[in-house]
């Protein structure tokens, strides 16, 4: 499956933005989706993830409560909602796709290219 992130962009801190992610090739509802980020000098780190159909999120500590993620099967997308954005939320976010959402990166075999997300002060 081939993943395609956009509507990254700069906004102040407290502001909202929502990413998409159009995936094409392969039957979409067949993966589980999540976000990753990665901000410069760091490790990739988890955001959430959702399962094939929906019914199941997780997310990471320090967005929950902020960020939403949904999809759309009927529309092969996926969204990150981010609202309260704060300046450490600055960085490049990646959508991806796997066998079973989760919050380990390995365990994703398709990745889209980042949309950068740069909050500030």
């Known amino acids: 499956v081939q993943l395609q992130a956009f509507g990254g962009g700069l906004v102040q801190a407290g502001g909202s933005l929502r990413l998409s992610c159009a995936a094409s090739?392969?039957?979409?509802?067949?993966?589980?989706v999540g976000w990753f980020r990665q901000a410069p000098g760091r490790e990739r780190e988890f955001v959430a993830a959702i399962s094939r159909y929906g019914g199941s999120t997780i997310y990471a500590d320090s967005v929950k409560g902020r960020f939403t993620i949904s999809r759309d099967n009927a529309k092969n997308t996926m969204y990150l909602q981010m609202n309260s954005l704060k300046p450490d939320d600055t960085a490049a976010y990646y959508c991806?796709?796997?066998?079973?959402?989760?919050?380990?990166?390995?365990?994703?075999?398709?990745w889209g290219q980042g949309t950068q997300v740069i909050v500030s002060s």
């Open positions: 090739g392969r039957t979409f509802s067949n993966y589980a």
């Open positions: 991806s796709a796997g066998l079973t959402h989760s919050k380990y990166s390995y365990t994703y075999g398709y």
